[in-house]
């Protein structure tokens, strides 16, 4: 292949890459700007939310499409309850002290990975696609007859990825409806806003709270779902999405959805296009590096205004 | 008894005990607490930085790795005899946490946790890139004949439990001495209340620098100590965990008071060996036990002691 449907190919698979860290992303963002607690245990709601595809995929049976709608609606709702009640349980009661909640949140993390190894196992396993076919896709070459298209092997994407990237993008825009269009989004801003201000209009700040956390859980499940069918369903698999939430959201300025997502789209495209040049652990040092100079000299992000 | 002669007969007394209980321990306890010893040696470094001066760090691991491989590097590529290359890893940590120090303290709360967390992976990330070297995840072994120091074997059982003590004993009187100065009083300070310390005229920044060197020092020497003591040296104790498990043991026991590391090492170390016997799960352990600590005893044993009624411990 030459290099021209090379990074076509990079940049598609990139772009499903940055839909589901946008979901993810998005998740932890809402999270820290209405709360501003920082969740470690995020990257254990989205492995939940991809073991529970696997379950509700395994026991349903018959068609695939059956299961994995199933998927598509149970795992955010189940993973949000589980989310919704650790607030009640654990993050309300240390009254969402930063520091003491980033450790109540990393012994989370061990608890559910733990408790997931201990039920599901250290397999990977596989979810079927709703449907998957493969789309070839055209490339074009200047010939002897002027502009030319023809298909170029292995240019190709599936249907179940451009789908991914759609349902994404649906989500999102579900989500900036939420947040711009109605009364528990106004809520939520308000609680952003000022806290004490909100408790002091009769805002149940405590109930925005564990929605808030709920949903921003739920959103990470939902981003597992639509990998699971492309990836496969690990206790361990996490660790990763976490790491590039946390760049995306400090890249985009804590707390701002639309910098988030931005920056999702950035991270996600390139993180294709960086590992064509330079060894993906290298990548890896690249990205935490620069994650912690730009936190160290510009905390409010890239795109951030308002100080962190 | 006056106050501070009570805190020299605890401190001195325990240290004490340890050395006597050298004597008497099965095999299996005394292999154990060498290493609880060597490994409270580096919580005792991390809650110099988290217990006095308030700074959480996510990423003490680099300091401790530094030191691990600074000792075991040298050793290894550049046949240095154990003496010092154990050098050589104590100022690579003193180096590292000086540099981490003056890019992370121009942040704080939040940001400084995470700036520590991302330097920390990517030392992480950085040791599995030079793999050549340093051989991964995989970790090499250094070899019994490479760990002679001035003739003694430091692969023999009670050889390794005196250099574990001694290196618990020099890094608890330190912190003793420390927080009991001057210096120790204004970190403390910090911690409550960084803004009216830098109003009374002191420099907040020269502090917490040196809360960080010397916190990271003492735990770059803890990771030099357990390479060279127990003969191995891997990536994974450069991991996240590893940044971890201090900051679990200083809660547990208890921040900022100097038995507290040592009292929550032994109390985490012995908690995992024991149910390893029931579950394999010790990580569960782990979990479930930090965020009981941060429901019910934010202070930590030691802290929960000095809170009812030892109000003298320091």
Not at chain 1, 181 to 209: H, N, S, W
């Amino acid at each position: 292949m030459e290099l021209g449907p090379y990074i076509l190919l990079a940049t598609l698979e990139g772009a499903v890459t940055a839909a589901v860290l946008a979901l993810t992303a998005v998740g932890l963002s809402l999270v820290f700007g209405v709360m501003r607690v920082v969740n470690i245990a995020h990257g254990e709601f989205f492995m939940l939310g991809a073991v529970i595809a696997w379950y509700v995929a395994h026991y349903m049976g018959g068609h695939p499409a059956l299961g994995f709608v199933a998927a598509l609606v149970l795992a955010p709702l189940l993973v949000g309850g589980l989310a919704v009640a650790a607030d009640m349980t654990i993050l309300k009661r240390i009254e969402y002290d930063p520091e003491r909640t980033i450790v109540a949140t990393i012994g989370l993390l061990y608890i559910i990975q733990q408790l997931t190894l201990m039920t599901y196992g250290p397999e990977a396993r596989p979810v079927e696609p709703p449907f998957n076919e493969r789309i070839a896709l055209p490339w074009f070459e200047f010939g002897d007859d002027g502009l030319e298209f023809y298909y170029p092997w292995g240019l190709s994407t599936t249907s179940y990825k451009l789908a991914v990237i759609g349902a994404a993008a649906a989500v999102l825009a579900g989500v900036w409806a939420m947040m711009t269009r109605t009364k528990v989004g106004l809520l939520m801003r308000a609680t952003q806003a000022d806290r004490e201000m909100a408790l002091a209009f009769g805002i149940p700040v405590e109930r925005v709270y564990a929605i808030v956390f709920g949903i921003g859980a739920g959103l990470a499940a939902l981003a597992a779902v639509l990998i699971v069918p492309i990836q496969q369903a690990h206790y361990l698999m996490g660790a990763d999405p976490l790491l590039l939430s946390f760049i995306v959201v400090i890249i985009g300025g804590l707390g701002s959805l639309p910098g988030t997502v931005v920056a999702a789209i950035i991270i996600g495209l390139s993180d294709g296009i960086i590992s064509v040049f330079f060894s993906p652990t290298l990548a890896k040092i690249l990205a935490t590096l620069l994650v912690g100079l730009v936190l160290v000299f510009r905390p409010q992000g890239l795109f951030g205004t308002r100080a962190a | 008894m006056s106050v501070s002669a009570r805190i020299l007969v605890l401190h001195l007394g325990l240290l004490a005990l340890l050395f006597v209980l050298q004597f008497v321990l099965p095999p299996y306890h005394h292999g154990n607490i060498a290493r609880i010893m060597v490994l409270a040696s580096y919580a005792i470094g991390y809650n110099i930085l988290f217990g006095y001066t308030g700074l959480l760090s996510l990423g003490h691991a680099l300091f401790f790795a530094a030191g691990m491989y600074g000792m075991g590097l040298t050793i290894q590529h550049a046949g240095f005899a154990p003496a010092p290359a154990i050098l050589v890893g104590i100022l690579a940590g003193a180096a590292v946490s000086a540099a981490l120090a003056l890019l992370a303290l121009r942040t704080i709360g939040v940001a400084f946790m995470i700036v520590t967390l991302m330097f920390a992976q990517a030392g992480y990330l950085t040791v599995l890139y030079f793999g050549e070297y340093t051989r991964g995840d995989e970790g090499f072994v250094i070899q019994a004949a490479q760990r002679i120091v001035w003739g003694i074997d430091l692969s023999d059982a009670t050889n390794r439990y005196f250099a574990a003590w001694a290196l618990f004993a020099v890094s608890l009187i330190i912190c003793l001495q420390v927080v009991r100065a001057p210096f120790g009083r204004t970190l403390v300070a910090i911690r409550e209340n960084e803004e009216r310390v830098r109003m009374l005229g002191y420099d907040t920044f020269a502090h917490k620098l040196s809360a960080m060197v010397l916190s990271g020092t003492i735990a770059a020497a803890a990771g030099a100590f357990y390479g060279l003591l127990f003969g191995y040296a891997g990536a994974s104790f450069a991991s996240v965990q590893y940044s971890i498990l201090p900051l679990l043991w200083v809660l547990l026991g208890g921040a900022g008071t100097v038995l507290g590391p040592f009292v929550g090492t032994v109390f985490m170390f012995y908690l995992i060996d024991l149910s390893s016997g029931i579950t394999t799960a010790h990580m569960l352990i782990a979990g479930v036990a930090l965020v009981a600590l941060t429901l019910f005893a934010p202070q930590g044993l030691v802290g929960e002691i000095k809170r009812r009624g030892a109000k003298w411990l320091p």
